[in-house]
């Protein structure tokens, strides 16, 4: 076994078993105009992550290990959105609303896009996911059994929302989870920092968290 220094405690991994899961960097949530700013969020914060997370995916595209790309979008008649979730808070706009850039959160539409910076090459797997987790309602769980993986460093948006909750389904699972920490953000900086503090607490109770550096450091060592 080879290590990644982290927090709690190093961090454990086999190169054959590791893959990175980029969480949700979506033009609408994280490109002026789109659905997160609509939500009064300055996306700016969001934004600050990219070349770190750019870091991240170029490491791992130079090892030839597997990468993984999510987007939270729904069908373009909505069936998969609950009326709970598109109902939910007092928005200028909605999921499924005409926005700046197409309709909101609406799978093909160029606000559901990854940005263009961090835009997946060939044999990148990218996952639609209609809810916070990328386990829920997608065949990640079956794609992840097929390549092997047991581990996964995740980074992307927003860290106690769609991040969080995915490393808690993967824990759920019997996966390994490791966060970096300068590749994910919060439209609230406190929200970001709890969400770490809880993730690592109690022995890792759900994951390590660690930096970008680090990672690659130990991914390369």
């Not at 190169?15 to 659905?35: C, Y």
Request: glycine content about 10%; aromatic content about 6%; overall charge negative.
């Amino acid at each position: 076994m080879r290590l990644i220094t982290a927090q709690p405690f190093d961090f454990e991994f086999k190169t054959s078993e590791i893959a990175l899961i980029v969480i949700d960097m979506q033009r609408d949530f994280v490109e002026p105009g789109g659905f997160g700013e609509t939500l009064g969020n300055d996306v700016s914060l969001l934004r600050s992550i990219i070349p770190k997370t750019k870091e991240l995916l170029e490491g791992f595209r130079e090892l030839g290990l597997p990468i993984i790309h999510t987007r939270e979008c729904h069908k373009p008649d909505l069936s998969d959105l609950p009326d709970a979730k598109r109902d939910r808070g007092n928005p200028s706009l909605r999921i499924g609303d005409e926005g700046p850039m197409g309709r909101i959160l609406v799978s093909g539409e160029p606000g559901a896009d990854i940005i263009p910076e961090l835009y997946p090459i060939e044999n990148e797997i990218v996952i639609d996911k209609p809810g916070k987790g990328a386990f829920y309602q997608t065949d990640l769980p079956q794609i992840l059994t097929k390549i092997g993986i047991r581990q996964l460093v995740f980074a992307g948006v927003t860290t106690e929302v769609c991040v969080q909750t995915t490393m808690r389904e993967a824990n759920d699972r019997g996966f390994d989870c490791i966060l970096a920490k300068d590749a994910t953000e919060s439209y609230f900086p406190e929200f970001k920092k709890s969400a770490i503090d809880m993730i690592k607490a109690q022995g890792a109770i759900v994951g390590w968290v660690s930096s970008v550096d680090e990672i690659l450091d130990g991914l390369k060592s």
